[in-house]
């Protein structure tokens, strides 16, 4: 009996740790074979590597470089994760940051669990499906987001606000505003959620914060401090779409609702007042920024917001109901994350495959390129995939495909050719032309890109310096926005 005790207790941590472990291979082996990518994990890192230097975090990464990251999103938290880079200054330290972060945050709602009394095989249950939440997986497989660290708060943020644990709750209120300006949001409807039941005066301090916080984010700090407007609202303004029927006018924002509740077997639907923060994710994304098409899926990182609201929802539910209907609903839940784990062939089902562990024959070759060629204090710009690997540098620039008219002396003997562009003045040119690579690697199409290189060197905008098979270092000869 007592070490069945200790079993139970140790657990939980156990279970974050796997999944820990699981998630960190997951990237850390995906970055080393060159599938990671410069936007988001080569800018952020980029970014984080600033901060450890005590410089501002000016991006040269970005399609739109010479600008402070914070000009596109209020990421204060890669100031304060900073200082490990004085332990490890990598990319791969950054993702093992953004793992932990959120991996722990799995004894939040296991411990939330708890303290509602649920059993053992719920509160596992639910900390099983925050872990394998799809929205989970794909943020952490994707790269590194502020909006993983942003959950995570959230999540502990619920915690202690439940628990009214009231410094705690404070902290990570605070932490999670600074991961994002679009956190505000969240905080704000949890909070709402939580003064519908308890009448508190704190809550209200909470959603007086909130709003003032999304009201200074969005009509103050970026037009007026940043003088930029907000990159990631619709075309005609932040408020220029508010049609409720927008949150299920496509196919696909049908199919992201229904896994989105189907990851949790639909429990989440029968504690309607929790369903608010979820309904206002949906609202930010699929009405509010209907304009941005790459945040309305299942895929990427965007669905990592919805981890802690729906498992909020789900402990709500489950507490209504005596051990033994918590014993069933457990076991649906189970095979509901299962099923949806199996359906969409989730990224943790990648460490199953051959393939994944494969190593492409490319990366030797340009692993040997940098660490031969291309010390830290060089310039460089690089394809999209190689540029994390380079991005611990004053100036790393990414190699962005476009067309150029030429009105004589056309390389492709055409007015319209195949062209690159990037900013100020690299010394180097580094690319791959491997045929691992694809779109998301070159940013356009493989015959697009490799005509692009050949124009480029047809116009002595760049001479090969050295190559290592597919492996290819140009020098820069000039810019290829001159005439």
Known sequence: MQYYR????????????????????????????????????????????????????????????????????????????????????????????QNLFVCSSGIAIYLLGKKYKLSILSSTSILIAYLMFYGIQFALWTDVHSSVFAASFIMWFIYFLDTRQHKLCILFFLLALTAKESTGTALFFISLVYFWHRREKILVIYLIISTLYILFAFYIFFPYIMQVPYLYANQKGILSNTNPLSLIDTHEKRITIFYSFASWGFLPILSPLTLLPVLSHFFKFFVLASDLPGAQGLFGHYRISLAPLLGLATIWTLKRFTIHWQTFLSIWLLISVLSTQYVLHLPLSYLTKAWFWHQPSAVKNIDAMISKNLPPTVSVVSQNNITPHLSERDKIFTLYPEKKIFDVDSPCGKKECNWFRWDQKPEFLLIDTSMVWDIRHLLTDRDSFTDGIKNLEKAEVIVKYKQVDTAVLYKIIRSPNNP
């Open 6 to 97: 200790l079993l139970i207790r140790v657990l939980p941590y156990f279970l974050c740790l796997a999944f820990f472990i699981a998630y960190s291979m997951l990237a850390i082996v995906r970055h080393n074979h060159y599938q990671s990518f410069g936007y988001d994990l080569g800018i952020n890192d980029q970014a984080v590597w600033k901060y450890s230097q005590f410089h501002l975090p000016s991006t040269t990464i970005d399609p739109f470089p010479g600008k402070t990251k914070l000009a596109e999103h209020i990421e204060v938290v890669y100031a304060i994760i900073s200082p490990a880079y004085w332990i490890w200054s990598s990319p791969i330290m950054l993702i093992l940051l």
